[in-house]
């Protein structure tokens, strides 16, 4: 089974300076998705960035970037000129790239990182 | 953009009786549903995967028939909390997978927050 560890239970970032959440996991598959989520106080779940194991360039979506390390097993999130609405849990996510039948779909979380943004 | 709904968003209840929540993806068809538990500050438990038409199934550990999921069609799932008790008070949210020419995505539900009394 597949394991997700994020090792950070809280963070914190002065708003427009850039912070780093990490995550690492355990599997024994080649081919995956990993993502970050996050929930802001609403508690509504916000996909932040997506990453193919298989592709060796780490994904990017505006102010958000992964550093993808796949031997290392590691898969930090950059949070570049932070912003007030940043604030929220972070959740890492791992998902089976080829899993079927009852594990179609499923997604491993971490234990989540609450992110602080100080104005 | 897909949107997937949950109702209620809130609902008190007495010990004992039974509560159900939907879920609805909203603008698109989602054959695998996903139910999640989550209490304050942690993270997303699995509880069950809904497949449409058929049986759910359900995590190790997690009772079948106190929560009661029913996937009758491809734009709504439903989660039933039989005999609720004050344990069962927590944030239960869903999730659906759409599949597009560009491939799956994870949508979800804002989230139903469930006391029992």
């Known amino acids: 089974a597949q394991t997700v560890t994020q090792s950070q239970p809280e963070m914190s970032v002065q708003e427009a300076e850039t912070v780093t959440l990490s995550c690492t996991y355990d599997?024994?598959?080649?081919?995956?998705?990993l993502f970050w989520y996050k929930q802001p106080p609403s508690r509504q779940m916000i996909l932040v960035i997506r990453?193919?194991?298989?592709?060796?360039q780490n994904a990017t979506e505006n102010r958000f970037s992964v550093n993808f390390q796949k031997a290392a097993k590691s898969f930090s999130l950059k949070i570049s000129d932070s912003q007030l609405g940043d604030a929220a849990m972070y959740f890492c996510?791992?998902?089976?790239?080829?899993?079927?039948?009852?594990?179609?779909?499923?997604?491993?979380f971490g234990q989540g990182t609450i992110l602080t943004v100080h104005p | 953009g897909a949107v997937v709904s949950q109702h209620p968003s809130w609902v008190i209840c007495k010990s004992g009786t039974s509560v159900k929540i939907e879920c609805r993806s909203l603008d698109f068809q989602a054959t695998t549903m996903f139910w999640y538990r989550q209490f304050p500050k942690q993270s997303l438990m699995l509880m069950a995967t809904s497949n449409e038409g058929s049986k759910a199934t359900y995590e190790q550990g997690v009772e079948k028939d106190k929560f009661l999921i029913n996937h009758a069609s491809l734009t709504l799932s439903t989660l039933t909390v039989t005999s609720a008790h004050p344990e069962d008070s927590s944030f239960y949210i869903c999730?659906?997978?759409?599949?597009?020419?560009?491939?799956?995505?994870?949508?979800f539900g804002p989230g139903t927050r469930l006391l029992v009394l």
């Open positions: 990453q193919e194991a298989y592709k060796q």
């Open positions: 996510a791992y998902r089976s790239l080829w899993a079927g039948g009852t594990s179609y779909g499923k997604l491993t």
């Open positions: 999730s659906a997978i759409r599949t597009s020419g560009s491939g799956e995505t994870q949508y």
């Open positions: 599997t024994s598959e080649s081919d995956y998705y």
